[in-house]
């Protein structure tokens, strides 16, 4: 158990839809990045805020947004949904800001993931 | 597009046999990690190697990062089941600290 927290699990949706996603980081880290898994991408880092500021952008499609809140927990806002957005969504949680692109050598503590299916 | 390729994509093994698996990039990369994942979980943190030519061993584990920082590898010894799992290497490019993760390599070890 890594103590990151993601909710839900699984996620069933259609096309066109908005969902949103949500993750607790472990007690005391101060980042949160957002990850996407799939099959014919790999994983890719899409974002991450370091204590409610926007920290670093990776692959991240103008459809998805996200935040981070006081009490340091993140959403992950997915519209419009697409078939192609199918896929796993992991955040991560590390104590430390990373570097301009990412987590640089920070360790990073992976949730089990929410599996989207966008029908 | 900076990519890290990795090789072999599937691999199964007997256990007890040695295996390498390879991380290579035409890119400079400033740190790599590697992880292993699961199937049901989120990837987990093996080693961070940032210096070129640095060597990390973790039990049965020997990890290099290339003398140029453009690749890296695993090398497992007298693999065991339980080193079942995804293995993926993940860089923070030189320069603009981008982080990428290299295309997986599906490891089954058999008993």
């Known amino acids: 158990d890594s103590g990151v927290t993601q909710t839900p699990k699984h996620l069933i949706t259609a096309t066109g839809q908005r969902v949103t996603l949500r993750c607790s980081p472990r007690?005391?880290?101060?980042?949160v990045y957002w990850y996407q898994q799939s099959l014919d991408q790999g994983l890719q880092f899409l974002i991450q805020?370091?204590?409610?500021?926007?920290?670093a952008k990776g692959n991240i499609l103008e459809r998805f947004s996200a935040q981070q809140f006081p009490d340091l927990h993140s959403e992950l806002n997915l519209s419009s949904l697409e078939l192609g957005d199918s896929a796993l969504y992991f955040c991560?949680?590390?104590?430390?800001?990373?570097?301009?692109?990412?987590?640089?050598?920070?360790?990073?503590?992976f949730g089990p993931g929410t599996r989207l299916t966008v029908l | 597009t900076q990519l890290l390729e990795q090789s072999p994509q599937f691999l199964s093994i007997q256990e007890g046999e040695n295996l390498t698996v390879y991380c290579n990039s035409s890119?400079?990369?400033?740190?790599l990690q590697w992880y292993r994942q699961e199937p049901g979980e989120g990837p987990v943190l093996l080693v961070t190697?940032?210096?070129?030519?640095e060597v990390k061993k973790l039990k049965r584990l020997t990890f290099q990062f290339g003398d140029a920082r453009k690749d890296s590898s695993l090398h497992i010894t007298a693999a065991q089941p339980g080193d079942t799992g995804l293995y993926l290497c993940a860089g923070a490019s030189s320069g603009t600290y981008k982080y990428i993760f290299g295309t997986g390599t599906r490891l089954k070890v058999l008993a």
């Open positions: 007690s005391g880290d101060l980042s």
């Open positions: 991560a949680s590390s104590p430390n800001p990373g570097l301009a692109g990412g987590p640089g050598t920070d360790t990073q503590y």
């Open positions: 805020y370091y204590n409610g500021e926007e920290r």
């Open positions: 190697v940032v210096t070129g030519g």
């Open positions: 890119s400079v990369f400033s740190s």
